[in-house]
T-cell receptor, first 114, second 112 residues
Framework: GQQLNQSPQSMFIQEGEDVSMNCTSSSIFNTWLWYKQEPGEGPVLLIALYKAGELTSNGRLTAQFGITRKDSFLNISASIPSDVGIYFCAGPRPGSGGYNKLIFGAGTRLAVHP | GAVVSQHPSRVICKSGTSVKIECRSLDFQATTMFWYRQFPKQSLMLMATSNEGSKATYEQGVEKDKFLINHASLTLSTLTVTSAHPEDSSFYIC????????FGQGTRLTVV
């Protein structure tokens, strides 16, 4: 079935450093979504991308929709302790009608040391 | 603020009992809601689609008799884990779409 390959699996960084994570797929996606999940909570949408090549920012977060439509990356600049959490890429399962039925990447666990 | 509310956030039950989890869309109607399951340190996996006024549709490998879904109104879907076993222990998360997919806070189910 459809899979999203997300890397890295985990990151341990110092406060103030920049972070980059990415997702790839063997199939084309029409939408890429990036979520953050904190312990014991549901995912919260950070950035949604709808067009190939699109580059979108949300504060210190920047995400891009790859030109091939098979990849996306998320950057976090000048990390702070509250950036800690699990970051997931997600996309609508082809044929599921919009972005209702989502496929998720395995997640990137981010730890930020003060 | 939250647009999807899930209750309870945590529940512990004995093996063999049933547990009901509620998912509510706040201030909007959702004819469709989705239930996901997340094992520790793993990703979210779609279990089923809850359809208001009709039967839920289940993903391959998900037992519909084990995970009963009822979409009672345009703002409420419930997931009942029947005859729970320890292997049903997991984090269950619902979502509803209002332009984009919003998720509930999740329910940590522990079956002892």
């Amino acid at each position: 079935g459809q899979q999203l390959n997300q890397s890295p699996q985990s990151m341990f960084i110092q406060e103030g450093e920049d972070v980059s994570m990415n997702c790839t797929s063997s199939s084309i996606f029409n939408t890429w979504l990036w979520y953050k999940q904190e312990p014991g909570e549901g995912p919260v949408l950070l950035i949604a991308l709808y067009k190939a090549g699109e580059l979108t920012s949300n504060g210190r977060l920047t995400a891009q929709f790859g030109i091939t439509r098979k990849d996306s990356f998320l950057n976090i600049s000048a990390s702070i302790p509250s950036d800690v959490g699990i970051y997931f890429c997600a996309g609508p399962r082809p044929g599921s009608g919009g972005y209702n039925k989502l496929i998720f990447g395995a997640g990137t666990r981010l730890a930020v040391h003060p | 603020g939250a647009v999807v509310s899930q209750h309870p956030s945590r529940v512990i039950c004995k093996s063999g009992t049933s547990v009901k989890i509620e998912c509510r869309s706040l201030d909007f109607q959702a004819t469709t809601m989705f239930w996901y399951r997340q094992f520790p340190k793993q990703s979210l996996m779609l279990m089923a689609t809850s359809n208001e006024g009709s039967k839920a549709t289940y993903e391959q490998g998900v037992e519909k008799d084990k995970f009963l879904i009822n979409h009672a109104s345009l703002t409420l879907s419930t997931l009942t884990v029947t005859s729970a076993h320890p292997e049903d222990s997991s984090f269950y998360i619902c979502s509803a779409v209002r332009g984009e997919a919003f998720f509930g806070q999740g329910t940590r189910l522990t079956v002892v």
